[in-house]
């Protein structure tokens, strides 16, 4: 299976400013996504990073939001932009493995104050 | 869209069976998966089945599906209390996958 991993692990930011969260695949893969996870809550699914063009995004989710970029088979990164306390969740990096296997990297706890 | 429905908690005593169930949405999923979520910790991906199958079977754990319900279930055999974490079950909906809220299990010894 692909080992992910996610930067920073988790992080407390203010009102109004943007983090840019970092997934790095041990591997070259396909399909890359990205999920949240908000407090009590399941999985949702923000968009698919596409190499080498623009991210597909989930109804809901916007690309002046959460820009995302995908230079290369293993790297993507997810930018939360001017946060607000209702941003405070776990972001999920995932791959696709094999067109069936989906695996996790182990998150991104944000916390917005 | 439709939701991926779970019941959201189970107790059981430590050695006990714990079974876990889902009724997913989209009849045209191709696999359907189990995941388990620790304390503090990303999703662990437990066991998938393929939807032309209607048992799995993987060491403690096995999965049946009832493809005319949409109705999938895990079973935990010999639960132990490391096994309590929250489950989520999910469909792929296309290449993505679409969650339920997860079953938080709780053994006790």
């Known amino acids: 299976s692909a080992v992910i991993s996610q930067k920073p692990s988790r992080d407390i930011c203010q009102r109004g400013t943007s983090l840019t969260i970092q997934c790095q695949v041990d591997s070259q893969v396909t399909m890359m996504f990205w999920y949240r996870q908000q407090p009590g809550q399941s999985l949702t699914l923000i968009a698919t990073?596409?190499?080498?063009?623009?991210?597909?995004?989930e109804s809901g989710f916007v690309i002046d939001k959460f820009p995302i970029s995908r230079p290369n088979l293993t790297f993507s990164t997810l930018t939360v932009s001017n946060m607000s306390p209702e941003d405070s969740s776990i972001y999920l990096c995932?791959?696709?493995?094999?067109?069936?296997?989906?695996?996790f990297g182990p998150g991104t706890r944000l916390t917005v104050t | 869209g439709e939701d991926v429905e779970q019941s959201l908690f189970l107790s059981v005593r430590e050695g006990d069976s714990s079974v876990i169930n889902c009724t997913y949405t989209?009849?045209?999923?191709?696999?359907l998966y189990w995941y388990k979520q620790e304390p503090g910790a990303g999703l662990q991906l437990l066991t998938y089945i393929f939807s032309n199958m209607d048992m799995k079977q993987d060491q403690r754990l096995t999965v049946l599906l009832n493809k005319k319900d949409k109705h999938l279930s895990l079973r935990i055999a010999d639960t132990q209390t490391g096994d309590s974490a929250i489950y989520f079950c999910?469909?792929?909906?296309?290449?993505?996958?679409?969650f339920g809220k997860g079953t938080s299990l709780l053994v006790t010894p």
């Open positions: 995932s791959v696709g493995d094999r067109g069936y296997e989906q695996y």
């Open positions: 989209d009849s045209s999923s191709t696999y």
């Open positions: 990073a596409n190499q080498g063009s623009e991210a597909t995004y």
């Open positions: 999910a469909e792929n909906s296309g290449y993505a996958l679409n």
